[in-house]
C-alpha cells in the first residue's frame, strides 16, 4: 500500500536558466506582438503608450545583441551575415531617434512606426534563419551568455 502522507516530490531536474538564443527569441516575440498592438490601436494615447514601450525594448534588445550576443558569434558566424544584422540595426536605431522626436499624434508617426516594424520584421526573420541556427551549433556557453544578457537587461531597465 502507498503511503501519500509521507511522499515527497522530488523534481526530475530543476529548470535551466534561458539561454541567450531563447532570451532574443523572446524579445522578438514580445516586440512583435507590440507592433501588431499598435496596428490594431483605435486611439492616439493607446498608439503612443504601445510605441513608447516598443521603442524602449527594440533599445534594450539592441543593446544586448550589440553589446554580448554578436560579439560572442562575430568570427564564428561570419562578418557579412553579422555586418547585415549590425545595419539593419543601424537603419532601426535612425527611425527610432525620428519617431522620438516626431509628435505622436501625427498621421506621419503612425507611418513611420509602420515602416521600422517592418524593417524589424524582416530582422528579426532573418535573424531567426540565419545567425540563431548557427548560434546553437557553436561551442559558447549560452546560459553564461544568457545570464550576462539578463543583468544588462536589468542595468538598461534600471535606466529606461
Request: aromatic share 6%.
Amino acid at each position: 500500500m502507498f503511503d501519500w502522507f509521507s511522499f515527497t516530490y522530488t523534481p526530475v531536474a530543476a529548470a535551466t536558466p534561458p539561454d541567450a538564443i531563447d532570451l532574443l527569441k523572446a524579445d522578438h516575440d514580445s516586440i512583435k506582438e507590440l507592433f501588431d498592438r499598435f496596428k490594431k490601436a483605435r486611439n492616439r494615447r493607446s498608439k503612443a503608450k504601445i510605441a513608447s514601450q516598443a521603442i524602449t525594448e527594440l533599445k534594450i534588445h539592441a543593446a544586448l545583441e550589440e553589446e554580448i550576443f554578436r560579439p560572442a558569434l562575430r568570427r564564428r558566424v561570419g562578418k557579412d551575415v553579422m555586418n547585415e544584422a549590425g545595419e539593419d540595426h543601424h537603419v532601426a536605431k535612425l527611425l527610432i531617434a525620428e519617431l522620438e522626436g516626431m509628435d505622436r499624434r501625427s498621421d506621419h508617426f503612425d507611418a513611420k512606426f509602420n515602416f521600422l516594424a517592418e524593417n524589424v520584421r524582416q530582422h528579426i526573420q532573418e535573424e531567426e534563419s540565419e545567425i540563431l541556427p548557427k548560434a546553437q551549433h557553436l561551442d559558447i556557453d549560452l546560459i553564461k551568455l544568457g545570464q550576462r544578457m539578463l543583468r544588462r537587461r536589468e542595468q538598461l531597465l534600471a535606466r529606461a
